[in-house]
């Protein structure tokens, strides 16, 4: 049911011509505001189908399927570089573009009549680039948040309509943290949007002595180090979660994926990586600095457990983590 407060949004948006960019299903919250909200959707850009699961069968992405049920016209070009016309669809007031995965070329840039809206996933200008969530997470920030942000031809440089906060859970995943910031940027949209349809929103440039970079996560950073910090490991566990999910090796050449795992105190001196308990509460690694808990863990092949039921099938006796 809609809100006494969100009707009069929904009213100002129902004359609009909104196109979308988006691909994966971070993005589909925001598309189906935007059609509940009763906007005209001329076109919804999104990439071509891709490879995915064991199968590697072609797989639609997230926003093809919801537009597809939406009944939008859609487009999956390869490229937006290339020197092909503008679609032939009317031009909209504007392009919202969220997690799209694309460059905009200026002519794309300069397609929509009021140009083109960015939801990313950061309090810009902290943490511009492809994995912001994730680096939020991982340098142990206490917020994070949407920006509504007018797009330039920079790397998320352009000025800010409106940032919408949300403090970051001290046990929160990655992948958590993203299902919240993904219905938070729906609601930035349709909050941001009157304004900026009406000519009555001036965007804030940012402060570019201020930006930090989130480039893309790597496998390679999922491997612990056990001679980093314990609260540093824990941040690396909760931000590559759902992937590429953190990885460690014990001596004997065995390999765990680490699901779950928390700071506790340290009881007795003892080097990186050593064990120096191991029990229902969990597996404890001494660090750099503290020790670590493992709590939920997954062998090769297996599934996910909790440390109990993987050390009742386990032997963790004259090995130790490392890495």
Known sequence: MTSAAARPVHRQLAAASIAFAGTPQFAVPTLQAIVAAGARVPLVLTQPDRPAGRGRRL???????????????????????????????????????????????????????????????????????????????????????????????????????????????????????????????????LEALPSVLAGASTPEPQRDDLATLAPKVTKQEALLDWREPALSLERRVRAFDPWPVAETRLSDGRRLRVFDAEVVAATRAASAGAIVAAGRAGIDVATGDGVLRLRRIQPPSGRVMDAESYLAAHSLSGVEFVG
């Open 59 to 189: 797989t639609a992405s997230p926003v093809k399927e919801s537009a597809s049920t939406l009944g939008l016209p859609l487009a999956q070009p390869e490229s937006l570089r290339a020197p092909a016309e503008l679609p032939s669809c009317e031009r909209p007031d504007v392009l919202v573009v969220i997690a799209y995965g694309l460059l905009l070329p200026r002519r794309w840039l300069d397609w929509p009549r009021l140009g083109c809206i960015n939801l990313h996933a950061s309090l810009l200008p902290r943490w511009r680039g492809a994995a912001p969530i994730q680096r939020a997470v991982l340098a142990g920030d206490a917020e994070t948040g949407i920006s509504v942000m007018q797009m330039d031809s920079g790397l998320d440089t352009g000025p800010v309509h409106l940032k919408r906060a949300t403090p970051i859970g001290a046990r929160e995943t990655a992948g958590a943290l993203h299902d919240r910031l993904a219905v938070l940027a729906a609601e930035a949209l």
